[in-house]
């Protein structure tokens, strides 16, 4: 895969190709000197896949930022919780604990989507094919396996009980237990668990295999959105808003092209980036990916996206009703791409007027 566009997507190409001039001429907003910004970020990785920053690093698309990766990551609260404490530059959560850490007054803010769910992309709670599980009441006193609690999975696990009549009491006697997604399948195979949670490749290898089927999906439940985002310590944006913008502005173009890009060449260089990094691992899955599921164009973030996860959050009583607003966790200052997929620097610029 030699080219970043196809033929069939000139007009894309063009939009992309001025963005790095808007980039350049944003300015900083009023921060550190440009000569005094860090160009190196440091970041948490995820084994056997590619994340957006890693992809737009290789597309060039980061311009003169660099990306220092320090090892990976199973937990997306843990990720945001590195990067509020400033031990990598970026962390990416699912929403939900975006809220939850910004509600305990950590000194991040969102900045933009990089996952989602849509019809290609999405989280299934699984069963064995031969599982006496077929309802939401099957589930009491049943083992379900995800990658961390507390975040998007076991969001999505309150949801579906609570949609189904489930009393807090009930609800409380379904157990969810951390199990590295790597494990997921073979754990439940081995009937370690009742229920395992699969996403994208995990998800599609499995069901290529056979014997198992699905309970429900997160895409069944709540259809398109947007379900996480990186967040940078405050302090980071402060001194460093060319950089940040420059990371943002990569992202976004990342995000409309595999969005543009025909899906065998996005494989192609996910593929080619694994093995040129070194990490000793398997690149069979990722032939399973088919998209990184961002609803909004260009990974721009919305009052909706966290509004959801604020009042579930109040509900379950993790946070006060009132504590959090949800336009104040969020800028969409450093993302040059604009609102309709083209280049634009007159977008809001502060948290609360996103």
Request: charged share 20%; aromatic share 8%.
């Amino acid at each position: 895969m030699s080219t970043l566009i196809s033929p069939s997507s000139r007009r894309q190409f063009l939009t992309l190709l001025g963005l790095s001039a808007v980039a350049v001429s944003c300015g900083s907003g009023g921060g550190g000197a440009a000569k005094d910004q860090t160009k190196t970020l440091r970041y948490q990785g995820w084994a056997g896949s590619v994340i957006l920053p890693e992809l737009a690093a290789d597309l060039g698309f980061l311009e003169d930022v660099k990306l220092k990766w320090v090892g990976n990551t199973i937990s997306g609260p843990q990720d945001i919780q590195s990067a509020a404490t400033g031990q990598v530059d970026f962390g990416g959560a699912f929403n939900g604990a975006v809220v939850k850490l910004a509600a305990r007054k950590a000194p991040i803010t969102a900045v933009i989507s990089y996952y989602g769910v849509d019809k290609a992309a999405y989280n299934g709670f699984y069963v064995l094919q031969d599982s006496p599980i077929h309802s939401a009441r099957d589930l009491i006193g049943q083992k379900v396996g995800m990658n961390t609690l507390g975040a998007h999975s076991e969001a999505m696990l309150d949801i579906y009980l609570q949609r189904h009549g489930l009393s807090q009491t009930d609800l409380k006697k379904v157990e969810p237990l951390v199990v590295p997604p790597v494990n997921t399948e073979q754990s439940l195979r081995q009937k370690q668990i009742q229920v395992g949670v699969l996403g994208d490749i995990l998800r599609d290898k499995a069901l290529q295999t056979g014997g198992i089927r699905p309970l429900f999906t997160d895409y069944q439940l709540l259809g398109n959105f947007s379900a996480g985002t990186y967040v940078v310590n405050d302090r980071f944006l402060k001194e460093n808003p060319d950089t940040a913008r420059t990371f943002v502005t990569g992202v976004a173009r990342a995000i409309e092209w595999a969005r543009a890009t025909p899906r065998d060449e996005v494989i192609a260089r996910q593929v080619e980036i694994v093995k040129k990094r070194g990490r000793n691992e398997s690149t069979a899955p990722l032939k399973y990916w088919k998209s990184f599921g961002v609803a909004e164009t260009a990974g721009r973030i919305t009052d909706k996206e966290l509004q959801l996860w604020i009042d579930w959050l109040a509900k379950r009583g993790d946070i006060e009703k009132g504590q959090v607003k949800a336009s104040d966790l969020y800028t969409n200052e450093f993302n040059a791409y604009g609102r309709q997929g083209k280049p634009s620097a007159a977008e809001p610029t502060s948290k609360s007027g996103s």
